[in-house]
Each structure stands twice: as C-alpha cells, then as structure tokens.
C-alpha cells in the first residue's frame, strides 16, 4: 500500500484480556515508532524500531506492554490484561530511519477497555 | 499553551485571515522540530520541519519560527481555509542519538469560521 496501515481500526475488550495490534509501514521504510493518543491529548511515544538494532522501548508504560518486529516489516504491540486506562489511539508511524526525517502515520487503532 | 484534559486550547480564525499557533518546547538540546496536522478520526499529518541552525523556513502558505532563546516554536498559515481546521502538534527532537525519537506537545485546536 501507499501509507501506514492499521488494524484493526477499532477494538472493544474487556478488562483483564490481551489485545494485538498491528501495523503495516511503508515498504522500504527502516524505522517504525508506535505512540498512543489518549482523548484529547498529544501523543505519547511507547517504542522505536530501527532496523535491526535493538528497539528503545523506553516509552512503555509498563511490562504489559510489548511490540515485535518481524522481517523488518509488519510490527505488533500486544497488551497483556488490559486495563481501563489503556484506552486510547495507537498509533503508528514509519520512516526512512535517518535523523530528522519525516515520520509518517498510519490512521491508528482505537482500544476501548470496558 | 498547555491543555488540561479534553480541553485543548482552541484558535478560532476566520476564513481568509492568518492563524498563527504557538508551542513551547522543553528541552533547550532539541535540534529538530515538526509541526504536524491531525484531522478527526485520522492520524497526524507532517507540515512544515526546521532544525535549529534555521530561525525560520517557509513552505506552501505555512511559515515555521523558532526561537531558541526562549524556547518557542510557531506555525503561521497565510489565509486559513476550512480545510486548515484541525488539531496541530509541534513536535521536538529529544534524543540526537536514536534519531527522530519526537516529543509531541498537547496540541492546539484550529477552528476556521465562515
């Protein structure tokens, strides 16, 4: 595709289950960021994929929160036991990984933990 | 300025008039900064970039300041049209070493009147 792809766009669980998300960047594109968005708010970096080294997952707000890259291509944030405050829009983002560079987003995920 | 909750600070502007948005960043090392767009229900869209050996860069009807001294960033956009009505995020660099690891801010709310 020509943009950042998202899936699923819109995702109800309950409290206490995991959840996968995933993202499609751009081909060619090194780099790979997730962010969330809460209602209203900017957003938040979570964790940043940069080619085969090793992902700076310093933005993870706790250890329920993990993300793989596979292939250098499609990447997954999974949440285990989700929480009520885990609501918001995930976002993703790739780029061609040099500095400065534009990122650019995919439309994000919506998670609803009721 | 900053927003508390779901209440972004809104710019009302309009149509034909320039709005011109402002940010303040935190990090006086911050060598790179973005201003992004976000339509509803979308995710953010680049705008205008600038690093910080540059006071000011220009594109297509939009122009980026920075102001180092005092650590503030602003978006003009020459004749706002309803279609400028979003929410716009500038965006700083916080860490040179990992390339592009953005810092979002909380976002302003542009309105553009009829």
């Known amino acids: 595709g020509a943009g950042v792809s998202q899936s699923p766009s819109n995702k109800v669980t309950e409290k206490g289950k995991d959840v996968e998300l995933r993202c499609d960047p751009i081909?060619?594109?090194?780099?790979l960021y997730w962010y969330r968005q809460s209602l209203g708010q900017g957003l938040e970096f979570l964790i940043y994929f940069q080619g085969n080294s090793a992902p700076d997952k310093s933005g993870l707000p706790s250890d329920r929160f993990s993300a793989e890259r596979t292939g250098g291509s499609v990447s997954t944030l999974t949440i285990q036991r989700t929480q009520q405050e885990d609501s918001a829009v995930y976002l993703c983002?790739?780029?061609?990984?040099?500095?400065?560079?534009?990122?650019?987003f995919g439309p994000g995920t919506r998670l609803t933990v009721l | 300025g900053e927003s508390v909750g779901l209440h972004l600070p809104t710019l009302s502007v309009q149509e034909g008039d320039n709005s011109i948005i402002n940010c303040a960043y935190s990090?006086?090392?911050?060598?790179?900064f973005i201003w992004y767009k976000q339509e509803s229900g979308k995710g953010p869209q680049f705008i205008i970039d600038?690093?910080?050996?540059?006071d000011k860069r220009q594109g297509q009807r939009v122009t980026v300041l920075l102001n180092k001294t005092v650590k503030h960033l602003s978006l003009q956009i020459a004749a706002t049209q309803p279609g400028d009505s979003a929410v716009y995020f500038c965006a700083e660099n916080m860490d040179t070493g990992t390339a592009s690891k953005l810092t979002f801010g909380t976002g302003t709310r542009l309105q553009v009147t009829l």
């Open positions: 081909s060619g594109h090194t780099a």
């Open positions: 990090n006086s090392a911050s060598d790179y």
């Open positions: 983002a790739s780029s061609w990984g040099l500095a400065g560079n534009e990122q650019f």
């Open positions: 600038i690093r910080s050996n540059m």
